[in-house]
């Protein structure tokens, strides 16, 4: 039971983090039909800037926020630079597109920082851990699943109460309709780039902390975990996002903590065939998005 | 008595590839009045509202709006300069609700006083709106997502209202409503162009009218006289 307990939490953490994720792509997605690829490198940009800030001596309070701000920042410049010349271009131009970004900037961070992997220093509090009875949680555990609540609390609000994000939900329903009210096509995809931005650099903190280092191919493996999330959860859907999210971690963690030793090694496909068994009987995921096919800008 | 139309446009020409949907019309409408453009389907009178508000792009020809040359300017900067258009089907955001809706109709006004005026008429126009305000745009009848429509579309303020096929689907009895409605709207001075289907309805409320067949317009006149002229039967059943 205490195992039990303790994987669960740890299902938490992993899967709040790919929810996360799994929502910044689907934001973007949701607007503008393109899955963007490079999103893991928004979270390297999060995690160097990690790395810097502790050789510097920065405190890490404020390291966090400015590697937040460092995912943003890149997030916007990707989309002014890169996608915004193959804007209404087909899904296969874009998709390509965030190929060409996500390899670009890998080798950039090979040949200008390190190929290989390089340690971030973390505070000493996130990795002690709590006793509750018998139960051990790391704190790094519950900061990540805090940081995901606050998260999805604070996107929540923003996209049912403030103007910008009932405009992104709009312009997600029908763009061309939106801008016959006079919302600004390049507003709109730029706030959807930003938050996606400050999701990956959330997610990139959590990601660090938990490791304490960063390498150049960091975002590669949980982008594509959260990419079979979105899909899990139902493409283009928010909410389908973050519930395919937890879905995965929960998957991945109660697999590697009770599954027999001899079926260990088939851990990744058994959770791949899991998620495919849904599918199989959810096509569209677990909550499709109503405006799959609708017109993006 | 000549004076400056509100909006007109010259030499327009409509292409989806090569495929010509308008063929160099001429149009004009004047401040306050109500001008509809009628024709059987095809006939090229959505592709002309579309482009007289950027929505799809004018392939020759010039469209003035207030003395400006808008021709080559998108949607979202025609809304500002109080030019919109309610489109065809309705197209409400259905996961939004009717506030919702509403506000963004009002996006691109900051004026905290005009935005306060657009509401209260929208709610004193359409009573409906304001019960069904935290409702989906979704659940909406076929007649409410039409008056939201038109309600969206009348929170910026606009000078000039474009509405296409405003009784599109809706039952006899809530096409009355509707162009109850539009009737209501000429006495508050929205001037607006009206794509109808409905013609005896649309020569009903309008003043002027353009016939359309085929691209081009066929006929034009006051609404009086199409409604005498064998021109309109004639683009109806297709003979040019």
């Keep these: ?297 | 008595m000549t004076r400056v139309p509100l909006l007109s446009a010259q030499g327009l020409n409509v292409r989806y590839g090569a495929i010509q949907a308008v063929r160099g019309i001429e149009l004009s409408i004047n401040e306050g009045e109500i001008v509809t453009f009628l024709g059987a389907n095809g006939a090229g009178k959505s592709s002309t509202l579309n482009a007289l508000v950027g929505l799809v792009p004018v392939a020759e020809g010039r469209v003035l709006f207030d003395d400006q040359d808008i021709t080559d300017l998108a949607p979202e900067r025609l809304t500002p300069m109080g030019l919109t258009l309610a489109p065809e089907g309705r197209r409400v955001f259905g996961g939004l609700t009717v506030e919702e809706n509403l506000r963004m109709g009002a996006y691109a006004v900051n004026d905290v006083d005009r935005r306060m005026a657009a509401w209260d008429m929208v709610y004193d126009l359409f009573p409906i709106l304001h019960e069904r305000r935290k409702q989906f745009a979704g659940t909406l009848s076929g007649g409410q997502q039409q008056m939201l429509a038109i309600g969206r579309a009348l929170m910026c303020g606009p000078r000039l209202l474009l509405l296409d096929e405003p009784s599109l689907g809706l039952a006899p009895k809530i096409v009355g409503q509707i162009f109850d409605l539009i009737a209501l709207l000429r006495e508050r001075d929205v001037t607006l162009g009206i794509v109808e289907q409905n013609v005896a309805m649309a020569l009903e409320v309008a003043d002027r009218g353009y016939v359309m067949a085929a691209g081009r317009v066929v006929a034009t006149g006051t609404a009086e006289e199409l409604r005498q002229t064998d021109r309109l039967r004639a683009a109806y059943l297709g003979e040019e």
Excluded at chain 1, 122 to 133: A, M, R
């Design chain 1, 1 to 297: 039971m205490d195992l039990f307990v303790q994987q669960t939490v740890n299902a938490l953490a992993l899967g709040g983090t790919y929810a996360l994720l799994a929502l910044g792509l689907a934001v973007v997605f949701s607007i503008m039909g393109l899955i963007n690829f490079a999103h893991g490198e928004l979270m390297t940009i999060s995690g160097y800037t990690l790395m810097y800030c502790g050789i510097l001596g920065v405190p890490f309070v404020v390291s966090v926020p400015l590697a937040i701000l460092a995912a943003v920042l890149a997030a916007v410049a990707m989309e002014r630079i890169a996608f915004r010349p193959v804007r209404g271009g087909s899904g296969a131009t874009m998709l390509i597109t965030s190929f060409a970004v996500a390899m670009i900037l890998q080798v950039l961070f090979q040949n200008l920082i390190s190929a290989r992997s390089q340690a971030v220093a973390l505070p000493q509090i996130l990795s002690q851990s709590v006793h509750l009875g018998n139960v051990i949680i790391g704190v790094n555990k519950i900061a990540a699943i805090v940081a995901t609540v606050l998260m999805l609390i604070f996107l929540d609000r923003f996209m049912n109460r403030q103007k910008t994000g009932i405009a992104m939900r709009a312009a997600a329903e029908d763009f061309a309709v939106a801008r016959l009210m006079g919302i600004r096509a390049n507003t709109v995809i730029a706030g959807a780039f930003a938050i996606s931005g400050l999701l990956a650099g959330v997610a990139a903190v959590l990601w660090v902390s938990q490791r304490a280092s960063v390498d150049p191919l960091m975002g590669f493996t949980p982008v594509l975990k959260a990419f079979i999330a979105a899909i899990l959860g139902g493409l283009g859907s928010l909410r389908g996002a973050v519930a395919g999210g937890f879905m995965l971690g929960f998957i991945e963690v109660y697999l590697a903590a009770f599954l027999p030793q001899e079926f260990q090694e088939f851990r990744e496909p058994i959770g791949l065939g899991l998620v495919v068994l849904i599918l199989l009987f959810r096509p569209n995921g677990m909550i499709p998005s109503r405006f799959l096919g609708s017109i993006k800008v």
